[in-house]
Nanobody, 116 residues
Framework: VQLQTSGGGLVQAGESLRLSCANS????????MGWYRQAPGKQRELVGF?????????NYADSVKGRFTISRDSAKNTMYLQMNSLKPEDTAVYYC?????????WGQGTLVTVSS
């Protein structure tokens, strides 16, 4: 299983960006997929997740609730993170993760930089 993350870049505060996480390889059953981020000097934190086996329910960290949206296009085997109203504190490397039969699989990370 491989996860390919893309879509990062440099934006100004208030702007939007959409990240993509495409999965390839043999997928038996994806339980959940999620987005994490790691800012410089900080620990990796959960941004939000989507329950693939649970009706595509989503949950978000308080810091991004109302601004970020996770979605999944199963036909394209891709999960998205739509980020609106970006703030400088959203600057981080963003990672996607898939949980498949109890095992975590990580994408390579994509850098998002938000300037003030």
């Amino acid at each position: 299983v491989q996860l390919q993350t893309s879509g990062g870049g440099l934006v100004q505060a208030g702007e939007s960006l959409r990240l993509s996480c495409a999965n390839s390889g043999t997928i038996f059953k994806i339980n959940t997929m999620g987005w994490y981020r790691q800012a410089p000097g900080k620990q990796r934190e959960l941004v939000g997740f989507i329950s693939i086996s649970g009706g595509y329910l989503t949950n978000y960290a308080d810091s991004v609730k109302g601004r970020f949206t996770i979605s999944r296009d199963s036909a394209k085997n891709t999960m998205y993170l739509q980020m609106n109203s970006l703030k400088p504190e959203d600057t981080a490397v963003y990672y996607c993760k898939a949980v498949i039969m109890g095992t975590d699989y990580w994408g390579q990370g994509t850098l998002v930089t938000v300037s003030s």
